[in-house]
Antibody
Framework: QVLLVQSGAEVKKPGSSVKVSCKASGDTFSTYGINWVRQAPGQGLEWMGGLVPIFGTADYAQKFQGRVAITADESTRTAYMELSSLRSEDTAIYYC?????????????WGQGTLVTVSS | QSVLTQPPSVSGAPGQRVTISCTGSSSNIGAGYDVHWYQQFPGSAPKVLIYGNSNRPSGVPDRFSGSKSGTSASLAITGLQAEDEANYYCQSYDRSLRGSMFGGGTKLTVL
């Protein structure tokens, strides 16, 4: 059984950065994609990007290009999402989600979500 | 505005059948990419309901079914139950945007 455990809630100032972690257990880590999906209050799901750890290169949604960095540490089975130049519109729950290792695959496992609040 | 279009809301009485549509284009659903469906309750992470257009993960009741045709896909729920009241999202891949995307979501209300 795959389990994804995310880091705790964060409160950040506008203009700063946040780094959220996602630790995986229970299955092979390196060959499945880890994606980041966010959900603003009362809004829908928004894919931010993802990577397959063994390949190391992340794909990002155009909206977040240049502002987000997704990385993974195979030794600790942990993926990270860092979002910079934060603004109030980035206030959201950020989820990590594991796909089946190919583009367009579904997300069968999700983390519990991390609330990031951006406020001055 | 999402690349995949869903109705904002649908409703039905217990026992009825409802469908939720997901309309895309020739660069995503119409290009042959799979459509997946998720169910999300308030305060919880989404859960996959249908994957690969019409496949149900273990544990998902057969009241839920998915289909795909052309540039659209649909989620059907038969024998509607109060516990089905939730938000539903479709997801696919877009080759022009080179990334995954979700529909805007549909809120299902059981009357």
């Amino acid at each position: 059984q795959v389990l994804l455990v995310q880091s705790g809630a964060e409160v950040k100032k506008p203009g700063s950065s946040v780094k959220v972690s996602c630790k995986a257990s229970g299955d092979t880590f390196s060959t499945y994609g880890i994606n980041w999906v966010r959900q603003a209050p009362g809004q829908g799901l928004e894919w931010m990007g993802g990577l397959v750890p063994i390949f190391g290169t992340a794909d990002y949604a155009q909206k977040f290009q240049g502002r987000v960095a997704i990385t993974a540490d195979e030794s600790t089975r942990t993926a990270y999402m860092e979002l910079s130049s934060l603004r109030s519109e980035d206030t959201a729950i950020y989820y990590c989600a594991r796909d089946e290792g190919y583009s367009g695959s579904y997300y069968g496992y999700w983390g519990q979500g991390t609330l990031v609040t951006v406020s001055s | 505005q999402s690349v995949l279009t869903q109705p904002p809301s649908v409703s039905g009485a217990p026992g009825q059948r409802v469908t939720i549509s997901c309309t895309g284009s020739s660069s995503n659903i119409g290009a042959g990419y799979d459509v997946h469906w998720y169910q999300q309750f308030p305060g919880s992470a989404p859960k996959v309901l249908i994957y690969g257009n019409s496949n149900r993960p273990s544990g998902v009741p057969d009241r839920f079914s998915g289909s795909k045709s052309g540039t659209s896909a649909s989620l059907a729920i038969t024998g509607l139950q109060a516990e089905d009241e939730a938000n539903y999202y479709c997801q696919s891949y877009d080759r022009s945007l080179r990334g995954s995307m979700f529909g805007g979501g549909t809120k299902l209300t059981v009357l």
